[in-house]
């Protein structure tokens, strides 16, 4: 082989060993920032773009957030960014525990009729009632404890048909948006006796916390066990939305466990009105008046 070719063949080497190069830094880069975001999103502050009107005025749709994840306590990356997979997580302890008139978000429980979610999804409300609290709905006043709770600053009752709540099951046909309950929020250590409550209502509670529940014959069955009671295992909230008459919350699909709660929002960054425009028009239509909005 000639000098020459012995050259350019060292020279294409060379060539293809830096690109092969260039290419393994960009995603060993790339690896990098997403461990970063990760851990960033899991335990200090995340972005939480909001997607329905539920809590106008206080926040709107198209509002983007930054949301404390400090305060109810930080947690090992809950998901893959932007493909939005679910990944087993740990949550460490928080400075406290969701409170009455917090704005949270949360990881979704599901549907009311689902054990588990059919995909992972961040919700947010007005925690309204917490662990141990008697809750109750009268001509759409909130009762805590059978006195008037506060009314949110931006409360809004948009008209709507009367909705027929669908949590808890048994009284689907009888509880509405405006008249609600009574219904004690689950803490952990109450004793459910079957003998006194409707089995149908208590069936998802019991699989949320990781157990089968099954009534054969009339007999109740936990994890295969015959069973006169249950335990309950965790606390919970109850989570409804500022704009009362058109949000799916608590009212809907139940009780939100303490533990599935992430953080409160704290201001708004940038918001677009997704309510009013169109798919292509929702990124040319900025609400600049909406940046640095203080949610509380």
């Not at 970063?36 to 909001?50: D, E, H, K, Q």
């Not at 932007?82 to 969701?98: E, H, K, M, S, V």
């Not at 089968?212 to 936990?222: D, F, H, P, S």
């Not at 939305?241 to 960054?269: C, H, K, L």
């Amino acid at each position: 082989m000639s000098q020459r070719k012995i050259k350019t063949q060292a020279k294409e080497n060379k060539g293809a060993k830096q690109k092969q190069g260039g290419i393994l830094g960009f995603l060993r880069t790339l690896v990098t920032a997403l461990i970063i975001v990760m851990i960033v999103n899991g335990v200090l502050v995340a972005s939480f773009v909001v997607p329905t009107g539920s809590m106008k005025n206080e926040v709107q749709a198209g509002d983007f957030l930054f949301v404390n994840r400090f305060l109810y306590g930080p947690s090992t990356p809950q998901v893959i960014p932007f493909l939005n997979i679910p990944i087993p997580y740990y949550q460490f302890p928080g400075l406290r525990d969701p409170e009455k008139g917090d704005v949270i978000v949360f990881i979704y429980p599901g549907d009311v009729d689902q054990a588990e979610a059919s995909q992972f999804q961040y919700y947010l409300k007005r925690c309204v009632a917490t662990a141990g609290d008697k809750l109750e709905i009268k001509d759409n006043v909130l009762h805590i404890n059978g006195v008037k709770a506060d009314d949110p600053e931006h409360i809004l009752f948009a008209p709507s048909p009367i909705n027929r709540a669908a949590f808890p099951p048994s009284k689907s046909g009888e509880w509405t948006n405006a008249n609600y309950g009574p219904i004690t929020i689950p803490s952990k250590g109450d004793v459910v006796n079957f003998a006194d409550v409707s089995f149908v209502d208590w069936k998802v509670f019991i699989e949320r916390e990781g157990h089968k529940a099954e009534r054969r014959n009339g007999v109740v069955y936990i994890d295969g066990k015959k069973a006169d009671s249950y335990t309950v295992e965790r606390n919970y909230c109850f989570g409804m939305g500022d704009n009362r008459n058109q949000s799916a919350d608590s009212r809907f699909w139940g009780f939100i466990p303490y533990e599935n709660v992430v953080g409160t929002p704290m201001m708004v960054y940038m918001s677009f009105d997704f309510e009013n425009s169109s798919l292509g028009d929702k990124i040319t239509s900025p609400r600049f008046n909406r940046i640095g909005t203080i949610i509380d």
